[in-house]
């Protein structure tokens, strides 16, 4: 360097691995996507609009509602990566809502999404994980985007919150059964992230900037945490540093579901 800076090179722990991220055309998955590219891995990013994902990654178009899309789409990308050792399940879509607000079908098509998709993708995932885990022993993992809903009582969320909290008890579950063949669970609990989901949010609000304040105030560090940190969550779950770290909710949250500050005045 000539001006006195020094820069370093980023961390290459995952040269060498494989990645399919759901969801990863936008926000936390498209963070996330181009961190673990930055740290080495070959990516895919497997969305229903994978228009947005990262430069560098596989793009593979699927719904994660379409059992048969999903088995695809994990084929096509384990083909063209070389095998999977690392699964992120993000995709998820939000509700607003108390329990009367939202019909039966509202109910379906949330749980469908946010955890059954989660479920389908382990399904066509785990026989190539356990490939990875028997040939690289610490290095194949699941990591799933939970929520701060799973565990904090938030107001109009009972659609969204009730998936979440089936996602957390996944974790556990999946973490269990399969922690003898060396493939790690864990999921990463967000507080309220500054992604384009946020921002559909806010257009809905009456008075946007208001209620965006009121988002800032409810997290302790007074901001929302953005994709990057919670991408950065995910990469440290998913990378072989962990590979002690199993059946875990990592929150990435500002400190809202810990901590109990007095108001700012
Ligand atoms: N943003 C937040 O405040 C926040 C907080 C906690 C948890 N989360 C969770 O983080 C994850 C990502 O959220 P985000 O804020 O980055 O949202 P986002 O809307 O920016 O990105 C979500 C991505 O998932 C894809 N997707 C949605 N439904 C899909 C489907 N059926 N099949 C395939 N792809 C689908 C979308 O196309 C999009 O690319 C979600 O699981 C969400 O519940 C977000």
Not at 9 to 31: K, M
Not at 167 to 181: C, G, I, K, Q
Not at 184 to 195: E, I, K, L, W
Not at 227 to 236: G, H, K, L, M, R
Request: proline fraction near 5%.
């Amino acid at each position: 360097m000539t001006d006195g800076t020094t820069t370093s090179a980023p961390l290459q722990d995952f040269a060498g691995l494989t990645a399919l991220v759901t969801g990863g055309a936008s926000g936390i998955g498209a963070a996330t996507a181009a961190l673990l590219t930055a740290r080495g891995a070959r990516v895919a990013v497997l969305d229903r609009d994978p228009s947005g994902a990262p430069e560098g990654c596989l793009p593979v178009a699927a719904d994660v509602t379409d059992d048969a899309a999903v088995r695809a789409a994990v084929e096509e990308a384990v083909r063209e990566l070389g095998g999977l050792h690392v699964l992120v399940s993000n995709a998820g879509i939000g509700a607003i809502g108390t329990v009367e607000d939202n019909a039966d079908d509202e109910w379906s098509r949330v749980l469908d999404v946010n955890v059954l998709g989660m479920v389908r993708t382990a399904r066509a995932a785990l026989p190539h994980l356990r490939r990875a885990a028997a040939a690289r022993p610490g290095t194949a993992s699941i990591t799933h985007t939970c929520s701060i809903a799973a565990t904090a009582g938030l107001p109009q969320r009972a659609v969204y919150s009730a998936s979440k909290g089936a996602v957390l008890s996944l974790t556990l579950a999946m973490a269990a059964d399969h922690v003898r063949e060396g493939i790690r669970v864990n999921c990463v609990n967000p507080g309220t992230a500054d992604t384009p989901w946020i921002g559909r949010l806010l257009d809905q609000a009456g008075d946007p900037a208001a209620e965006r304040a009121a988002l800032n105030a409810r997290q302790p560090m007074g901001r929302l945490v953005t994709a990057d940190e919670v991408a950065a969550a995910i990469a440290y779950l998913a990378s072989p540093a962990a590979a002690g770290v199993t059946g875990t909710a990592l929150a990435v949250d500002g400190g809202m579901q810990g901590l109990r500050v007095r108001p700012a005045n």
